[in-house]
């Protein structure tokens, strides 16, 4: 018996749909890298890019366990000396809660240029809505 390996032009990427209303970030971005990464199906091969595509909606709406949301922050470089640059978690909910989910899910997947490519099937939306519908999501849950 040989071992199967995926090929790129075999591989039939699906969408879901997650509900972050209430979820742990840890958790939902474990849940989100899989399945990007397409760890959750029998034909997984690291080499190829056999993932699915992933809608993540109400993400301002994510929880954090702990003192995580007054502790935890996020540091920006501009790349001068001296432009290194640190904001609170807490502010990062009220500007950009996208990022929040994104970070955390580019943070679980490996540094190449394959998971560079699997983070453009991300699609994260701050509120209940996505313009999405057209793919036909399946909702799943984390």
């Not at 760890?39 to 994510?62: H, M």
């Not at 007054?70 to 009220?94: A, D, H, T």
């Not at 490519?117 to 991300?122: D, I, V, Y």
């Amino acid at each position: 018996m040989k071992t199967f390996l995926a090929k790129k032009e075999t591989v039939q990427p699906k969408w879901y749909l997650i509900d972050a209303e209430g979820l742990v970030l840890g958790r939902l971005a474990v849940k989100a890298a899989n399945i990007i990464r397409g760890r959750n199906k029998a034909s997984y091969t690291p080499s190829v890019d056999t993932g699915d595509y992933l809608v993540i909606i109400n993400a301002e709406k994510v929880v954090l366990t702990g003192k995580k949301e007054e502790k935890n922050e996020y540091m920006f470089f501009s790349g001068f000396v001296g432009g290194e640059s640190y904001r609170k978690l807490s502010l990062m909910r009220e500007r950009n809660p996208v990022f929040i989910i994104e970070h955390a899910v580019k943070g679980m997947l490996p540094k190449n240029r394959i998971a560079r490519q699997m983070l453009t099937k991300l699609r994260v939306f701050a509120g209940s809505k996505h313009g999405l519908e057209a793919q036909n999501p399946v909702k799943i849950s984390a």
